[in-house]
């Protein structure tokens, strides 16, 4: 049975709970032939918005410039994976770059990491950030009940 017409308040606590369960996830994207291609990442969630430190210069980068669609999957645990599709923007401003570089940094463990040894800091041109708006958050239930999060079409909106 699914159930799909709930707040992300709803959902919150046990959406935060499954990520920091299962901290990595795949993510996929549209290459520019249209192929999907997937990738390891470990995304840092405040409440539904979703922050991807990558590479500015990456094959990841030339996918989003052609599709900004993306699809996640924490799957950690088979009968209870997490899904999210939305869309990502690169996020340029250096307090942007410093506010993730942060939130890496001071997350709770399992999910804090540090990205020095990558970047040195967050001024590095290479260091790059993506913003990730959910549209569609699924805490699937194999056994249950799974819940889905959809956004309103205007809170989509990406910064």
């Known amino acids: 049975m699914m159930r799909d017409d709930i707040a992300f308040a709803d959902i919150a606590a046990e959406f935060h709970q499954r990520i920091k369960q299962m901290v990595w996830c795949n993510l996929a994207t549209i290459d520019t032939y249209n192929r999907p ?4 990442v470990q995304p840092i969630w405040e409440a539904e918005i979703g922050w991807i430190a990558t590479h500015r210069q990456s094959l990841k980068a030339i996918h989003v ?44 463990p399992p999910l804090d990491y540090d ?15 993506l913003c990730l708006r959910p ?12 819940r889905v999060w959809r956004s309103q079409p205007s809170a989509h909106a990406l910064p």
């Open 65 to 108: 410039a052609h599709n900004s669609a993306v699809s996640l999957a924490y799957i950690g645990d088979n009968i209870r994976p997490l899904y999210i599709e939305g869309t990502v923007v690169w996020v340029d401003d250096l307090a942007s770059k410093q506010h993730v570089w942060e939130l890496a940094r001071t997350s709770p």
């Open 115 to 129: 990205l020095t040894p990558l970047y040195q800091s967050a001024a590095n041109p290479r260091f790059g950030v």
């Open 135 to 146: 549209r569609r958050i699924e805490l699937a239930d194999m056994f249950g009940q799974t």
């Open 37 to 40: 291609r997937s990738r390891i």
